[in-house]
């Protein structure tokens, strides 16, 4: 497979996950409805952050894709955190369970940081990548934690 092809490919996948979580939480959405903590961006930053968020992913994905540096491990892990992140949406919004998805966004930064790991053993750029993917679940975690205390 040609390179544009699996860049193409991996980054209209991770985008997708977002763009179908999106349209599934969108009529429970109530973000404007909650007190938020200090720092808690407007709801419009959201969907700018996750695109980017989701087009790095499947840029350093990609890196290994097309360096022939992907193995099973790698993979499995990429694809349970993809699917763990599109899970917090739905349990925070359509569920409302804002104490569980306090567990469920720290899942999310332990498969995070092992994936930074399993990067990193194979392409640092890879790896750094997905720094700033990190940093923004981190702040989610802040932000989930203050909504479910807040209200």
């Known amino acids: 497979m040609n ?5 193409l490919k ?3 996948i991770a985008l997708a996950v977002g763009g ?5 939480i969108s009529n429970f959405i109530d973000y404007n409805d909650l007190i938020k ?3 808690a961006p407007p709801d419009y930053i959201f969907g700018i952050v996750w695109s980017i968020l989701y087009i790095l992913m499947g840029i ?3 890196i290994l894709e097309v360096n022939n540096e992907l193995d099973e491990k790698t993979k499995k892990v990429y694809y349970i955190q993809l699917f763990v992140n599109a899970l917090w949406s739905i349990i925070f919004f359509v ?3 804002r104490f569980v998805s306090i567990a469920w966004i720290i899942l999310l930064i332990i498969l995070i940081i092992e994936i930074i790991k399993l990067f990193y053993n194979k392409n640092k750029v890879s790896a750094y ?4 993917y990190l940093i923004w679940t981190i702040f989610a975690t802040y932000l989930n934690m203050g909504v479910y205390i807040l209200n």
């Open 37 to 39: 903590p200090p720092l």
């Open 20 to 24: 179908i979580v999106g349209f599934l």
């Open 3 to 7: 390179r544009f092809i699996i860049y």
């Open 60 to 62: 350093s994905y990609s």
């Open 129 to 132: 990548l997905q720094i700033p």
């Open 95 to 97: 569920f409302k369970l």
């Open 10 to 12: 991996n980054i209209v």
